[in-house]
């Protein structure tokens, strides 16, 4: 009787022990992201990937700094001509993504974001600090367009992950940058 | 009123005074004599008066042509078409890009010596090329003039430094290539306009020395210089000296024709003198340098000092030295004889008389002369017409708004910047004619001599993620025939139509696509009834294989599978499809059409296949990207595309493109050398009359098209028609290893299967290779690997099996 009690008090502790363990790693697994990351610059990858690719990003930047002075057709402009250099550099559409954004016609932006999308992960996946811009722009495209509903909880998500950019709900060319 | 009367009565007496007091009394004429004297004399004065009249109206006439000549538009300034500009970037392959070659179109000058360098000028030293660019305006950009030194590692560009500071610059950009103009019907000038107060003085006095030294202090025509002529002439015994004005000549180049006779002469003497009392100096003189004719450029007329500097020197007027503002007051008395590139020491003779008449009438200093005199002359190298444009100059004048028609692009001097490729479309129009002598040096019987019946083609180049034309050639011979085959031609698109009906069938509907790219289709006899009786499709081979894979059936370009498939999933979704890609031509909604019976424009396949190359995004095809008038955009273009294809089905689609050219019916890509990403799809329609090939790499779709205008059989297959041109094309423009790579978007999935059955492969499956599938549409059926009778024949499956080796393999799967 002793050695029965004693057997099932163990079989208690252990299983005790496994639900504390199932359930705190449960709890680590399926908690909610509240690490935020700094959000990517693309002056950050102006020497990185292939000649072309670094040609490109350079271009990029200076479209950024058009953008930043109000120089909207010339900023275009440079944005083209990096993808002339590199089509496939998904930092171009991101860009030009942005531009639109701000422009007469939010809902082109998508098709740009889209095309990054697809660019990035073809490159190799969307990095953490990339992905608040892809989340921020289609929210804010579809925000802009009048798509209320669905563009809040992505700039939702966008600040979430990236408050120090997307607190605002809006990229700026100098935050791009 | 009475006292009026009285004042003018008693002046009339008064002169009547006056009269008889001055003048004797005259010895009456006989009444005779009187008689016929008056009516003559009333005559004369209605002669004179007539005269008069007609001589009046017909200075004033003159006087209004000029007006309307100068206050007017004075000039019709052709519209240049420009190139995309050339960046300039370390890992650059410089050899590839023809850099060398690209400044001497550019008009850059190669320098000897050593010290400064003069802009527009570049010099080679060992391992390094120094460039000092030319300053430019672009719509996109302002670029300065920038002395630059570019490190040279082998074929690729090291580094560029800005000098003397020697910072390191991540690139820089060389200026749009002229591509061509638009003249109009009767004229082919092309002139680039200048301002006098940006010209350099010694180039105005250049002129004047030679042409007209008292051009400041007369008024049109020069009677001095006129009466200084005739005596030369008289002493010479004919014609030896001009005595026209700079005005005179400009008269007579504005309004008047080139005959020499009393009348056009009297006539330019009276327009010179109305042009002088209309215009100030300055006027006719800055008309006058953007007139004048200075030399030929092929069959083009150059006029102006703008564009003869351009012309002859590769650079602006306003940059121009005391000896090439000589050279080209110089050549203004006979572009052609003392032409700097045909007659240099003719032309070079000529420019020191200029110096020295310059020095004689103190418009230089004696140290100016003489450095001057000491400069030989060096000409930009001729840039040849750009004939070969010709195709895609017309394209892009049909792509302009409506606003920009013939005329206005004749005369407006508008600057259009193009999305021409220099390099990459003279490697089309190289590819195409080479791939064309070579089809009828292999068939003669192919070769006609009428150029209006000779074979023909096209071969269109386009960037898939923006729609930028690079490069078209329309044909063999603008100068033969004007039809542009890859835009206004509508040919049968033969297999290269397969492709859409595969999407169709890969395209989920209601959440499930009809196949996947390992479903079995059947090649079996197929009879269907249509209007016109019963139809029995065949493949090329006449050969029926039973079940085969969707993989194997698109890289074999089967036709019985295809057919089927069009049937299965009708007909209504394979055009949905082919619309939503970018086809626009009319599409017979019978099933036939999954064999390519619909006539499409090469430009439409271009457009389809760019489509799936930029993952389901379709672009717009567009052939320019700014408008520009005196600096002020006009119009320009906007990049836009829009999502019409699922980027999983399209990632599908480009999979199954590049079985085509690693084993299917485009393997000859492969054994022609190109090493990278490349898919694409041949296509020879059931007569033989159209050869296609249409092939893409991540940055570039090209489309060629062979046959012949008036449709008739080739008897050659794509594969040695058109592949071999659409080969030659990419290897002329990129190399023999294209950049880039498909990858796969996270909705798809690879898979190992057996390539046969399409089932999935487990560890010991006879026969493996990998497939791709949307998520969620893998197959379910496992290969069975112990049913090893009738081992699959590898030739029949063209996709590379990997047969189960040893028992160990075959249990563990390695």
């Not at chain 2, 089809?439 to 180049?461: H, M, N, S, V």
């Not at chain 2, 386009?462 to 890859?486: H, I, K, N, W």
Request: glycine share 8%; proline share 5%; net charge positive.
């Amino acid at each position: 009787m002793q050695l029965a009690t004693e057997a099932a008090r163990k079989w208690w502790l252990w299983g005790l022990l496994a639900v504390l363990l199932c359930s705190s790693s449960c709890a680590i697994h399926f908690r909610r992201p509240t690490t935020t990351v700094e959000a990517l610059r693309i002056s950050e990858v102006v020497s990185e990937g292939d000649a072309a690719r670094r040609a490109s990003n350079r271009l990029v930047v200076k479209g950024l700094d058009a953008d930043s002075q109000q120089q909207s057709d010339r900023a275009l402009g440079i944005y083209e001509e990096a993808l002339r250099v590199d089509a496939t550099n998904p930092y171009a559409y991101l860009a030009i993504a942005r531009h639109h954004v701000d422009g007469d016609d939010p809902t082109w932006a998508l098709s740009f974001v889209d095309k990054a999308g697809s660019l990035f992960r073809a490159d190799g996946g969307v990095s953490p600090r990339v992905e608040p811009h892809l989340v921020g722009l289609r929210g804010q495209a579809l925000y802009a367009s009048g798509q209320i509903d669905a563009g809040l909880p992505l700039l939702e998500q966008a600040w979430t992950v990236a408050p120090d950019v997307w607190a605002d709900g809006q990229l700026s060319a100098s935050e791009l940058r | 009123m009475a006292a009026r009367k009285k004042k003018a009565a008693s002046k009339k007496a008064a002169s009547k005074k006056k009269g008889a007091k001055k003048k004797p009394a005259r010895r009456k004429a006989p009444a005779r004599r009187r008689g016929w004297i008056r009516p003559l004399g009333r005559v004369a004065a209605v002669a004179a008066v007539v005269v008069g009249f007609w001589a009046s109206s017909w200075v004033l006439e003159q006087d209004r042509i000029v007006r309307a000549k100068f206050e007017g538009r004075r000039f019709s300034v052709p519209s240049r078409v420009l190139s995309s500009p050339t960046v300039l970037y370390p890992g650059l392959d410089w050899k590839r890009i023809e850099l060398p070659e690209t400044l001497g179109r550019l008009g850059y000058r190669e320098d000897s010596g050593s010290g400064e360098l003069p802009s527009g000028r570049y010099r080679w030293g060992r391992g390094r090329l120094r460039v000092h660019l030319r300053a430019f305006d672009h719509p996109s950009r302002q670029e300065p003039s920038r002395d630059v030194g570019i490190r040279l590692a082998g074929n690729f560009i090291d580094s560029i430094v800005e000098l003397p500071g020697q910072g390191e610059v991540g690139m820089v950009v060389l200026e749009p290539e002229l591509v061509g103009a638009y003249y109009g019907p009767e004229e082919r000038e092309q002139r680039d306009l200048v301002r006098l107060d940006e010209l350099p003085r010694h180039l105005s006095d250049a002129v004047l020395a030679v042409e007209d030294q008292r051009f400041e202090s007369h008024h049109g025509v020069d009677f001095r210089r006129i009466l200084g002529a005739f005596l030369a002439n008289v002493r010479a015994g004919g014609i030896r000296q001009g005595a026209s004005t700079l005005t005179q000549q400009l008269v007579k180049n504005f309004f008047l024709t080139p005959e020499q006779t009393l009348q056009r002469k009297f006539t330019e003497a009276v327009m010179a003198l109305l042009v002088e009392a209309r215009y100030d100096k300055e006027a006719i003189l800055e008309s006058y340098l953007n007139e004048i004719y200075l030399g030929q450029r092929g069959s083009t007329e150059v006029h102006g000092v703008g564009e003869a500097s351009r012309f002859y020197f590769g650079k602006r007027a306003q940059d121009l030295s005391v000896s090439e503002s000589a050279l080209i007051a110089a050549i203004v008395q006979s572009p052609n004889r003392l032409s700097p590139h045909r007659h240099p020491d003719r032309a070079l003779d000529r420019r020191n008389l200029v110096l020295g008449l310059m020095l004689e009438q103190g418009r230089i200093t004696r140290a100016e002369h003489d450095k001057a005199h000491e400069e030989t002359i060096r000409v930009a190298s001729v840039t040849p017409e750009v004939g070969e444009s010709r195709y895609f100059l017309d394209v892009l004048r049909r792509q302009l708004p409506e606003v920009y028609d013939r005329d206005v692009l004749a005369a407006e001097g508008l600057e259009i910047y193009s999305t021409l490729d220099p390099r990459l479309q003279r490697a089309a129009v190289r590819a195409l004619l080479r791939g064309l002598e070579r089809i009828e040096a292999k068939y003669p019987a192919l070769r006609e001599e009428d150029p209006q019946r000779r074979l023909q083609g096209c071969l269109i180049a386009m960037r898939p993620q923006t729609g930028e034309v690079l490069a078209l050639a329309g044909g063999r011979s603008y100068g033969d025939s004007q039809f542009d085959r890859c835009t206004q031609a509508r040919r049968q698109a033969g297999s290269t139509f397969k492709p859409f009906v595969y999407i169709a069938g890969l395209e989920p509907r209601d959440g499930t696509p009809a196949i996947t790219t390992a479903s079995l289709l059947d090649d079996a006899p197929l009879e269907v009834d249509t209007n016109q009786g019963v139809w029995k499709p065949r493949n090329y081979d006449h050969e029926f294989r039973g079940p085969v894979t969707v993989r194997h059936a698109l890289e074999g370009s089967l036709n019985i599978p295809v057919i089927r498939l069009g049937m299965e999933i009708g007909v209504d979704r394979v055009v949905d499809v082919a619309r939503r890609l970018g086809v626009t031509s009319d599409l017979p909604r019978v099933p036939s059409l999954a064999l390519g019976t619909a006539a499409l424009a090469p430009i439409e396949v271009a457009r389809a296949y760019a489509t799936i190359a930029n993952g389901g995004i379709r672009p717009q095809p567009h052939t320019f990207e700014d408008v520009v008038a005196r600096g002020e955009t006009l119009e320009r273009r906007k990049l836009r595309f829009e999502r019409v294809l699922d980027a999983g089905v399209a990632y599908l689609a480009t999979s199954l493109l590049e079985g085509v050219v690693d084993r299917g019916t485009g393997r000859r890509v492969r054994s022609m050398g190109i090493e990278g990403p490349v898919a694409g799809k041949t296509g020879t329609t059931d007569d033989e009359y159209d050869l296609w090939f249409v092939g893409f790499t991540p940055e570039l779709v090209a489309v060629v098209w062979v046959g012949f205008d008036e449709p008739r059989t080739i008897g050659v297959q794509s594969s040695w028609g058109a592949l071999p041109i659409w080969v030659d094309f990419v290897k002329d423009a990129y190399g023999k290893r294209v950049r880039g790579l498909f990858s796969a978007p996270p909705s798809v999935r690879e898979l190992e299967i057996n390539p046969e059955t399409g089932a999935v492969a487990m560890a010991g499956c006879p026969v493996r290779a990998n497939e791709v599938f949307l998520r969620g549409t893998e197959p379910t059926r496992i290969c069975d690997w112990q049913n090893t009778d009738g081992e699959p024949d590898e030739g029949s499956s063209g996709r590379r099996p990997q047969r189960g080796g040893s028992f160990w393999d075959r249990i563990f799967g390695r």
